[in-house]
């Protein structure tokens, strides 16, 4: 397919079109017009049509878990590297990000409106892009990235910041939100990359993520949290969290303490089956493939424990370093847990209402014509959602992927 030329609509016919609403593909026109679903064709416009026959088409997937910045499996080079490579780097991983399938990701660690407006503009291709701003991280928590036995200061960096008390808190939450964050990321347990927090253990009081959470919902946003443990996941949910990152270790009786609350989960599968086949020969530190071991085989169990629960479950990748490269290995993994169904849903529906945007997700009138055109049904042939991925049409905006990049290489 050729990029559309201004004004256009474009019908596509025949295609097999699962609409993000109802489960299942049904066969049926397409409208594509002013990067939108039109529920019907405009007279006099300019129309091309395209035969469709043969493709099974899904709205574009979302990736909510997406890091931008993370351009090594070091936390300080992540960190204190100079910005200027971080961002552009940033754009080739946006671009590849684009081209597997993803037509809107959302950084949760990093990101800024600088790279953001670049975005906007058109300067790379790239999917639709929110962020949340560096991580908010206690002393010694998930997001700060000392070693014991490093003595040097650390308060913020790309991708996470140090901040202690409720105070320097509800300021960091209001800077967050003054500057475009989509929403806020804060560390609530240990993490797998840092080096001095165990994984269980809740991080951060309830006065202070009380300080957060009161902020971002005061002003129409809301926050998510790095978690791990049960413990710590309860922690989040009691006081104001209304999505989860990770949370591999949960237990029957806190999925249902989500789902009555209506705690969104946002499982990262490819990130520790990546760190587990690669880490260590990519430079990872012991310290971090140690904690991979713990909490490489509980993550689908926790996914399908959520979905079955109830939970609204969503998709993220969480890849650091050169572990990009396997976003679509994500995918098959979330597919292995949930099922090729539940799995798209998760990928699309279900991620469009954790980040609160009914225009993603779904292929009908007034969502944006984000798609992707797949050779083979993925509810019969799972495979073509993470397989050729050189093979499928990739449209962010009703615009052919392609084509866009090839203009701009």
């Known amino acids: 397919m050729s990029t559309n030329a201004p004004h256009e609509q474009v019908i596509i016919t025949d295609a097999m079109i699962w609409d993000g609403i109802d489960a299942g593909f049904v066969q049926r026109p397409l409208i594509l017009l002013d990067g939108l679903i039109a529920g019907a064709t405009v007279p006099g416009r300019p129309t091309r049509r395209v035969d469709g026959a043969g493709s099974w088409v899904i709205p574009g997937l979302i990736d909510a878990h997406f890091h931008a910045y993370a351009i090594s499996m070091d936390g300080l080079e992540n960190e204190r590297g100079p910005l200027s490579f971080a961002a552009l780097s940033a754009s ?23 790279l953001r407006h670049a975005v906007d503009a058109g300067l790379f291709s790239s999917p639709r892009y929110l962020f949340t701003g560096p991580a908010l991280s206690q002393t010694g928590g998930h997001g700060d990235p000392r070693s014991a036995e490093v003595d040097v200061c650390f308060s913020h960096g790309h991708m996470c910041e140090v901040v202690d008390g409720v105070e320097p808190l509800r300021v960091a939450v209001r800077e967050r939100l003054r500057t475009g964050a989509h929403a806020i990321k804060v560390m609530t347990s240990g993490g797998v990359f840092s080096l001095t927090d165990p994984l269980p253990i809740p991080q951060y009081s309830a006065e202070e993520l009380r300080a957060v959470t009161d902020e971002a919902t005061r002003r129409g946003s809301y926050v998510t949290a790095h978690s791990y443990s049960a413990e710590a996941v309860r922690h989040s949910i009691e006081n104001g969290v209304r999505c989860i990152e990770h949370g591999n270790l949960i237990d029957g009786a806190t999925a249902g303490e989500m789902a009555r609350t209506g705690t969104a989960l946002v499982p990262t599968l490819a990130a520790y089956d990546a760190m587990g086949r690669r880490g260590a020969a990519l430079g990872l530190n012991a310290v971090s493939l140690a904690k991979n071991d713990e909490v490489l085989s509980q993550g689908s169990e926790a996914a399908a424990m959520a979905d079955h629960a109830g939970v609204l ?25 949930l099922g090729p169904d539940r799995a798209l849903h998760s990928m699309t529906a279900a991620n469009a209402r954790i980040l609160r945007d009914p ?23 799972p495979a073509a959602l993470w397989e050729q991925a ?15 990049v090839a203009s701009m290489s």
């Open 390 to 404: 050189a093979r499928r049409a990739v449209l962010r905006g009703g615009r052919d992927v392609e084509e866009l």
């Open 92 to 114: 080739v991983r946006l671009k590849a990000a684009l081209r597997r399938g993803f037509t809107t990701v959302r950084d949760v660690a990093g990101g800024d409106i600088g």
């Open 313 to 337: 479950v969503g998709f993220g990748t969480d890849l650091m370093g050169d572990l990009e490269d396997e976003q679509l290995t994500g995918v098959r993994l979330q597919v292995a847990a």
């Open 359 to 381: 225009r993603l997700g779904r292929l009908t009138e007034g969502a944006h014509a984000d798609l992707v055109m797949l050779r083979e049904n993925p509810l019969e042939h």
